[in-house]
């Protein structure tokens, strides 16, 4: 290799990693912008408030919301620790072969609604394909 094409090819290799570097700062650059921005805040209007609600005050109805969601949402988790805890206590009433028998039932159970639910998609695909 000639030192010219050497020279070349280092400057060629030079750009390249400038335009990289560039490029990568960039995108870190859009990526801090991006974070930098609070959220707008955004929902679910209840059925005909879209139609009457001025735009502030769909903003003001999206911030309840999201106070209240939160909310309901720690206190589903505390529902569903309480259903756990209180299974729990049912099942430490039973014997062992009830136990047992419960367990099968479940599997059966489980069994039945995924055959339901094969021959349910079944029907829907055969009612399309003869449409």
Do not use: C, H, W
């Not at 995108?27 to 408030?49: F, I, M, N, V």
């Not at 009830?98 to 639910?117: I, V």
């Amino acid at each position: 290799m000639t030192s010219k094409t050497l020279a070349v090819s280092l400057i060629a290799l030079f750009g390249f990693l400038g335009a990289v570097t560039t490029f990568s700062t960039l995108s870190a650059q859009d990526a801090a912008e991006a974070t930098a921005k609070p959220a707008e805040p955004s929902g679910r209007l209840p059925t005909y408030y879209g139609e009457i609600v001025t735009q502030d005050q769909r903003l003001k109805i999206y911030k309840i919301q999201s106070g209240y969601n939160t909310k309901i949402e720690q206190l589903e988790a505390e529902i569903k620790k309480l259903e756990e805890a209180m299974k729990k206590e049912m099942e430490a009433v039973l014997t062992q072969p009830q136990l047992e028998r419960l367990k099968e039932l479940a599997k059966e159970d489980e069994l039945r609604r995924q055959k339901n639910e094969a021959a349910k998609k079944a029907a829907e695909k055969a009612a399309a394909s003869a449409s």
